[in-house]
C-alpha cells in the first residue's frame, strides 16, 4: 500500500488551467506506474492518463488527449496531471492510483493504492 496525497484542485474557469499533484510517501516510488482517475456525480470513475514506472510512456482517454499532460518526478516522488483547456466536462472528483506491475493500466480495477481525491470544477 503506498500512501498518496492529491492537491492542485480548485474552480477554474472553461478554457484555463490546472496542474493537479500527488505525492507518494514510497521509497521505490520509481517502480509504481500511476494513474489519474476521475469521477463526475452519477458516473462511474474513468481513466484519464497513466504513467509508467520510468516515466518512458503515457497513456490517455480520448477525452482528454491533446489536452492533459501526464508526468512524474521520481526524485520529489510525485505525478502531476496538467490539464489545459479545461471544459465544464471535466467536472469531476480526481485521484491518483498506484500499481507496481506492469501491464495494462487503463482499469481501476488493477491499481491497489489511491489518494483522497481531489475536487476539480470548471465553470462554463
Known amino acids: 500500500q503506498v500512501q498518496l496525497v492529491e492537491s492542485g484542485g480548485g474552480l477554474v474557469q472553461a478554457g484555463g488551467s490546472l496542474r493537479l499533484s500527488c505525492a507518494a510517501s514510497?521509497?521505490?516510488?520509481?517502480?509504481?506506474?500511476m494513474g489519474w482517475f476521475r469521477q463526475a456525480p452519477g458516473k462511474e470513475r474513468e481513466f484519464v492518463a497513466a504513467i509508467r514506472g520510468s516515466g518512458a510512456m503515457a497513456y490517455y482517454a480520448d477525452s482528454v488527449k491533446g489536452r492533459f499532460t501526464i508526468s512524474r518526478d521520481n526524485g520529489k516522488n510525485t505525478v502531476y496531471l496538467q490539464m489545459n483547456s479545461l471544459k465544464p466536462e471535466d467536472t469531476a472528483v480526481y485521484y491518483c492510483a498506484a500499481r507496481n506491475t506492469a501491464g495494462e493500466l487503463t482499469s481501476w480495477t488493477k491499481y491497489g493504492s489511491w489518494g483522497q481525491g481531489t475536487q476539480v470544477t470548471v465553470s462554463s
Open positions: 514510497e521509497r521505490t516510488f520509481r517502480n509504481y506506474a
